[in-house]
């Protein structure tokens, strides 16, 4: 098509192309100059091409779409009208920059002439995002095949695009009738349209199961697969838009052994590091996030571990995903003294905040399992000291080795263990930042491998923003697993309550929200701030009690919710059917945080005595 196109047709158009690109998934927050995309939208989901959710809040709109991105493995386009609208978007781009996730954003326009004049929601917004994502501003007269190349390309890349559509003109269709503002695009008939360049006929087309895709694959090379940023990387998409759940490279460089050697496996490190593990019988210090807390090599107390003299006999590390749970995780792989090996992530980056790591593109290999008697220190160490938690855990008032905290009531580590318990074949767990996170990475052990669990959270920035909107997305876009739990702390839970206002007839996932509840910002109490000495202002400015109600906030959200005040009856809640969205709130105390850390780093220390003792 040639020529400027009407704003209904441009928005045919760009969601043709979305669709093309293997776009089945999109989050509308509404607006009037969004309004030739949303009736397009509206007309394809009852037609069955695409699944559109109508969200009234920008922010919980674009963390639903990057949920919806993780879940489903497909690129996901969230669509907003101008103005602030498009600026709501940004912690979601932000995240999605940071840990490779394919959000595109669709955000609607006045035309460019109308920029700088004082028009009616008219700014600046081609590019408003800046460096957290590429920006395409896209005219009316835009030719087909550039059209159909941006799209492809925002739907392929690592990372966050934002398609700026200018509509110009009268923004509703002329014909009223909704079967008209949609239809789906016949790939066969586009063979020799630029704008469809690059697909072909084949039955045994990965994605073939998608009747939207049957039968068409792209014949070139996947995208992405020349950019720097992604060398090594063999998570290429497939036809549909599909990204494979697991690969494992097999061409990285062969590591000697000998070393003393350490695996870190950070956030979305995926199964190639817990496999390096494996190989060489080395220790694997895996967070809950990094899809590699599995099997025999994981340690359940590595951070932990960290703190102790074994941290001193390490020689090597190598860190496979994102890391930042712990500072112990953060002072090894900064070390300058140690030979760390850092391997880029999705979204192209290293993990490397010391500067000291030589930088690999692939998971490396070995050629044979190392010395049994390094693993096997680190293996009898995290038992006894696993051992010596739980105990502590389960101690009678007045035993000395009992845990602080729990006069108080439930232990928020306790907790931890059941939700961890929770996570069975097959089961999502998406975990929140803040405490829950460090809670699960003490007491969550190791699972069983080949049983398909799925543990995420938003670790890219680690930030408490959209959580519950996040943790919708995934569940929807994961509506094969078993069940779906959520875990997050309160001021995470409350920071995103527009998560739960979806408006009649959205549709709405089977998902469990275990709110852990100390009415504040605890993990503060650990960190240099909650030492007593800055008491007189800790409440205020960090602590932040609020006192919020959450059965009524609940109610408001017609959400069911449940307030859970013993670990038996929340492992049974936690094992009973999931149907529709509810909230099980778990109240605990925060004014001895700062106490339980120091005896877990007690705990630590009795287990691997300093050698200065020893003597």
């Not at 590091?273 to 590595?302: F, K, Y």
């Not at 930042?324 to 300058?336: A, E, F, I, K, Q």
């Not at 059941?418 to 930042?433: E, I, M, P, Y």
């Not at 680690?462 to 959580?467: L, P």
């Given at each position: 098509m040639t020529g400027r196109r009407t704003a209904p047709e441009l928005a045919l158009r760009v969601v043709q192309q979305l669709w093309l690109a293997g776009v089945r998934d999109v989050v509308l927050a509404p607006g009037s100059r969004s309004a030739p995309l949303a009736l397009t939208l509206d007309a394809a989901d009852r037609a069955g091409d695409l699944r559109l959710h109508?969200?009234?809040?920008?922010?919980?709109?674009?963390?639903?779409?990057?949920?919806?991105?993780?879940?489903?493995?497909?690129?996901?386009?969230?669509?907003?009208?101008?103005?602030?609208?498009?600026?709501?978007?940004?912690?979601?781009?932000?995240?999605?920059?940071?840990?490779?996730?394919?959000?595109?954003?669709?955000?609607?326009?006045?035309?460019?002439?109308?920029?700088?004049?004082?028009?009616?929601?008219?700014?600046?917004?081609?590019?408003?995002?800046?460096?957290?994502?590429?920006?395409?501003?896209?005219?009316?007269?835009?030719?087909?095949?550039?059209?159909?190349?941006?799209?492809?390309?925002?739907?392929?890349?690592?990372?966050?695009?934002?398609?700026?559509?200018?509509?110009?003109?009268?923004?509703?269709?002329?014909?009223?009738?909704?079967?008209?503002?949609?239809?789906?695009?016949?790939?066969?008939?586009?063979?020799?349209?630029?704008?469809?360049?690059?697909?072909?006929?084949?039955?045994?087309?990965?994605?073939?199961?998608?009747?939207?895709?049957?039968?068409?694959?792209?014949?070139?090379e996947a995208p992405g697969r020349n950019d720097p940023a992604m060398a090594g990387w063999t998570r290429d998409v497939d036809s549909a838009g599909l990204e494979p759940s697991v690969s494992v490279p097999t061409d990285g460089e062969v590591l000697p052994l000998g070393p003393r050697t350490v695996v870190v496996a950070g956030d979305d490190a995926g199964p190639a590091a817990r496999l390096l593990a494996e190989a060489a019988n080395w220790p694997l210090v895996a967070e809950p996030t990094s899809g590699a807390r599995i099997g025999r090599q994981a340690?359940?107390?590595?951070?932990?571990?960290?703190?102790?003299?074994?941290?001193?006999?390490?020689?090597?590390?190598?860190?496979?995903?994102?890391?930042?749970?712990?500072?112990?995780?953060?002072?090894?792989?900064?070390?300058?003294?140690?030979?760390?090996?850092?391997?880029?992530?999705?979204?192209?980056?290293?993990?490397?905040?010391?500067?000291?790591?030589?930088?690999?593109?692939?998971?490396?290999?070995?050629?044979?399992?190392?010395?049994?008697?390094?693993?096997?220190?680190?293996?009898?160490?995290?038992?006894?000291?696993?051992?010596?938690?739980?105990?502590?855990?389960?101690?009678?008032?007045?035993?000395?080795?009992?845990?602080?905290?729990?006069?108080?009531?439930?232990?928020?580590?306790?907790?931890?263990?059941?939700?961890?318990?929770?996570?069975?074949?097959?089961?999502?767990?998406?975990?929140?930042?803040?405490?829950?996170?460090?809670?699960?990475?003490?007491?969550?052990?190791?699972?069983?491998?080949?049983?398909?669990?799925?543990?995420?959270?938003?670790?890219?920035?680690?930030?408490?923003?959209?959580?519950?909107?996040?943790?919708?997305?995934?569940?929807?876009?994961?509506?094969?697993?078993?069940?779906?739990?959520?875990?997050?702390?309160?001021?995470?839970?409350?920071?995103?309550?527009?998560?739960?206002?979806?408006?009649?007839?959205?549709?709405?996932?089977?998902?469990?929200?275990?709110?852990?509840?100390?009415?504040?910002?605890?993990?503060?109490?650990?960190?240099?701030?909650?030492?007593?000495?800055?008491?007189?202002?800790?409440?205020?400015?960090?602590?932040?009690?609020?006192?919020?109600?959450?059965?009524?906030?609940?109610?408001?959200?017609?959400?069911?919710?449940?307030?859970?005040?013993?670990?038996?009856?929340?492992?049974?809640?936690?094992?009973?059917?999931?149907?529709?969205?509810?909230?099980?709130?778990?109240?605990?105390?925060?004014?001895?945080?700062?106490?339980?850390?120091?005896?877990?780093?007690?705990?630590?220390?009795?287990?691997?005595?300093?050698?200065?003792?020893?003597?």
């Amino acid at each position: 098509m040639t020529g400027r196109r009407t704003a209904p047709e441009l928005a045919l158009r760009v969601v043709q192309q979305l669709w093309l690109a293997g776009v089945r998934d999109v989050v509308l927050a509404p607006g009037s100059r969004s309004a030739p995309l949303a009736l397009t939208l509206d007309a394809a989901d009852r037609a069955g091409d695409l699944r559109l959710h109508v969200r009234v809040d920008e922010r919980s709109a674009a963390f639903l779409a990057l949920g919806l991105v993780t879940g489903s493995r497909r690129p996901v386009a969230v669509v907003t009208t101008s103005g602030t609208a498009v600026g709501n978007l940004l912690p979601a781009v932000m995240e999605a920059h940071h840990t490779g996730r394919r959000l595109v954003v669709v955000s609607a326009d006045r035309p460019d002439r109308l920029r700088g004049t004082g028009a009616n929601q008219t700014t600046e917004q081609a590019g408003i995002f800046g460096t957290f994502a590429s920006c395409h501003d896209l005219t009316s007269d835009a030719p087909d095949d550039e059209l159909g190349a941006l799209v492809r390309q925002a739907c392929s890349r690592r990372g966050p695009t934002q398609i700026n559509v200018q509509l110009d003109g009268d923004l509703l269709p002329r014909d009223p009738d909704p079967d008209t503002w949609w239809h789906r695009p016949e790939p066969g008939a586009g063979r020799n349209d630029p704008a469809t360049a690059g697909w072909a006929r084949r039955d045994e087309a990965p994605g073939r199961n998608d009747p939207a895709m049957a039968g068409w694959a792209r014949r070139d090379e996947a995208p992405g697969r020349n950019d720097p940023a992604m060398a090594g990387w063999t998570r290429d998409v497939d036809s549909a838009g599909l990204e494979p759940s697991v690969s494992v490279p097999t061409d990285g460089e062969v590591l000697p052994l000998g070393p003393r050697t350490v695996v870190v496996a950070g956030d979305d490190a995926g199964p190639a590091a817990r496999l390096l593990a494996e190989a060489a019988n080395w220790p694997l210090v895996a967070e809950p996030t990094s899809g590699a807390r599995i099997g025999r090599q994981a340690l359940r107390t590595g951070r932990l571990l960290l703190t102790t003299d074994l941290r001193g006999d390490i020689d090597r590390v190598v860190v496979v995903g994102h890391p930042t749970l712990s500072r112990p995780v953060t002072n090894l792989v900064s070390d300058p003294g140690v030979d760390v090996l850092s391997v880029r992530g999705r979204d192209g980056v290293a993990t490397d905040p010391g500067r000291v790591a030589r930088v690999l593109d692939v998971v490396p290999r070995v050629e044979g399992r190392d010395d049994a008697s390094w693993f096997d220190a680190w293996r009898d160490a995290d038992d006894r000291l696993s051992a010596l938690v739980d105990a502590g855990l389960a101690a009678p008032e007045g035993d000395p080795s009992r845990a602080p905290g729990l006069d108080a009531g439930v232990s928020p580590l306790a907790v931890a263990a059941v939700v961890a318990g929770a996570v069975g074949a097959d089961t999502t767990l998406v975990v929140g930042s803040s405490n829950p996170v460090r809670d699960l990475d003490v007491m969550a052990g190791p699972w069983p491998p080949h049983e398909h669990r799925f543990v995420v959270g938003n670790r890219g920035l680690a930030g408490i923003d959209g959580m519950v909107s996040t943790a919708v997305g995934i569940a929807l876009g994961r509506p094969r697993a078993a069940r779906t739990i959520a875990y997050l702390g309160d001021l995470t839970f409350l920071h995103d309550t527009n998560g739960l206002l979806m408006g009649r007839g959205e549709r709405r996932p089977d998902l469990t929200l275990v709110v852990l509840n100390d009415d504040g910002g605890a993990i503060f109490s650990a960190l240099e701030q909650g030492d007593r000495r800055y008491a007189s202002a800790f409440e205020r400015v960090f602590g932040t009690p609020h006192g919020t109600d959450l059965e009524a906030l609940c109610a408001a959200h017609h959400t069911a919710y449940e307030r859970v005040d013993d670990l038996d009856r929340l492992r049974g809640a936690l094992d009973e059917p999931s149907s529709g969205t509810r909230v099980l709130e778990v109240r605990v105390s925060r004014a001895d945080r700062r106490e339980e850390a120091a005896w877990l780093r007690g705990l630590a220390q009795q287990v691997v005595p300093h050698r200065d003792e020893q003597r």
